[in-house]
C-alpha cells in the first residue's frame, strides 16, 4: 500500500512538472507570437511584433531596411549587382526571383515572418504570398515621391523602428533643404526625366518619383498633366512639351541615333543649348529610397549649377 501511495505521488510530481514545462514552453511560445495590425495597400495584416526573417520584393523597400538596419533574408532582383549597387555595399541574401516574377518557392523555404511587396508588382499575388507569412503590400513602383515616403514609414512601423525612421526622415529633409538652398529661384527651366529604350521613350513627369523629388526643390517638370506619372510617348511630343534640360536615364543608341537623324530632335530647346544630360538609370527610376533622392538631387544641381560650390 504504501509503495502504491509513494507510486502514486511520484507520478503526480512528474506529471505536475511536464504540465509547468508545457505553461512555460506555451507562454514563451505566446511572448514569440505577439503581434501588431499593420494597415497597408491591401488591407490589414498582423505583423509580428520583431520580425527577423523577412523578404522585400522591391529595390525602395530593401534601402528602407538598411536604413533601419536590418538585412532582408530574402531579395528580389534582376541582376548579380543590384543590391550592391543599391546599397553601395554588399550583404548576404537569398534571391528570390525577380521583382516581376518572385519565385514563391524560394520565397516559402526561407520560412520568413514578413514579405513586403510592391502594389503595382505583386497585389495579383497577394493572397498567395499571405499564405507563406504575414504581408504587407505598399506602393514603390509608378508611385510619386511621397507614395514612397509613406511605403518608408508603414515598413518602418511593420519592424518597429518608428524612432529611427523619425530621426532619417528629419536628416533627408535637412539634406533637401541645404540642396533647395543652391536652386536658383528665378531659373525657369523645365526639365525632362527620359528613359530612351530601343524601341521608345519613357518620360517620367511631374508626378513620378523623380518628377516630384525635384519639384519640391524647385525644379519644374516640362511633363505635365498626364494620366500616369511615367508616360510613353514620341519624338513629337517632345518638342511639343520642349524641355529646356533633358536627363537622359537611358540612352539606347538605336532609338537615339534614329531621332539625332530627325529634324525634330534639333527643335528640342534642350539639344539647341546642349543640356542632354545622361545619367544614371537604376539611381534615377529603379531604387526609389531615401539615399537615392539624395544623390539625385546632388547629381541633379550639379548638372543645373555647375559653376555654384
Known amino acids: 500500500m504504501l509503495r502504491k501511495r509513494m507510486t502514486g505521488a511520484l507520478a503526480l510530481i512528474v506529471m505536475s512538472c511536464l504540465m509547468l514545462a508545457a505553461c512555460a514552453g506555451q507562454a514563451k511560445e505566446e511572448t514569440t507570437k505577439k503581434t501588431h495590425a499593420v494597415t497597408h495597400e491591401a488591407g490589414t495584416t498582423n505583423v509580428p511584433d520583431n520580425p527577423k526573417r523577412i523578404v522585400a520584393l522591391e529595390f525602395s523597400f530593401v534601402d528602407a531596411l538598411d536604413e533601419l538596419g536590418i538585412e532582408p533574408v530574402g531579395i528580389a532582383q534582376e541582376n548579380k549587382d543590384d ?40 497585389k495579383g499575388i497577394y493572397k498567395q504570398l499571405q499564405q507563406i507569412a504575414p504581408t504587407i503590400i505598399l506602393k514603390s513602383r509608378n508611385a510619386t515621391y511621397q507614395e514612397n515616403i509613406a511605403s518608408f514609414k ?16 528629419k536628416l533627408h529633409d535637412k539634406r533637401l533643404a541645404v540642396a ?49 506619372p511615367t508616360v510613353t510617348i514620341t519624338l513629337e511630343q517632345i518638342v511639343k512639351w520642349d524641355p529646356d ?23 528640342i530647346t534642350a539639344v539647341k543649348k546642349g543640356e542632354v544630360y545622361e ?29 555654384k560650390p
Open 154 to 169: 508603414s515598413i518602418a512601423e511593420a519592424v518597429g523602428q518608428t524612432d529611427q525612421m523619425e530621426q532619417r526622415l
Open 180 to 228: 533647395k538652398q543652391k536652386v536658383d529661384p528665378d531659373d525657369q527651366r523645365k526639365i525632362m526625366v527620359g528613359v530612351f529604350r530601343s524601341d521608345s521613350l519613357t518620360a517620367h513627369g511631374e508626378t513620378s518619383f523623380d518628377g516630384e523629388l525635384l519639384e519640391k526643390l524647385g525644379i519644374d517638370n516640362a511633363i505635365t498633366k498626364t494620366a500616369e
Open 279 to 307: 545619367v544614371n538609370r537604376d539611381l534615377w527610376t529603379r531604387y526609389r529610397g531615401l539615399d537615392a533622392a539624395e544623390q539625385i538631387v546632388d547629381e541633379a544641381i550639379q548638372l543645373l549649377y555647375p559653376k
Open 245 to 267: 534640360v533633358i536627363f537622359m536615364a537611358e540612352a539606347d543608341p538605336k532609338l537615339l541615333n534614329e531621332w539625332k537623324k530627325n529634324p525634330l530632335w534639333n527643335q
Open 83 to 122: 543590391v550592391s549597387g543599391l546599397l553601395g555595399k554588399k550583404i548576404s541574401f537569398t534571391e528570390v526571383g525577380t521583382r516581376q516574377q518572385p519565385n514563391l518557392e524560394v520565397i516559402s523555404s526561407l520560412k520568413p515572418d514578413l514579405i513586403i511587396g510592391d502594389f503595382n508588382r505583386h
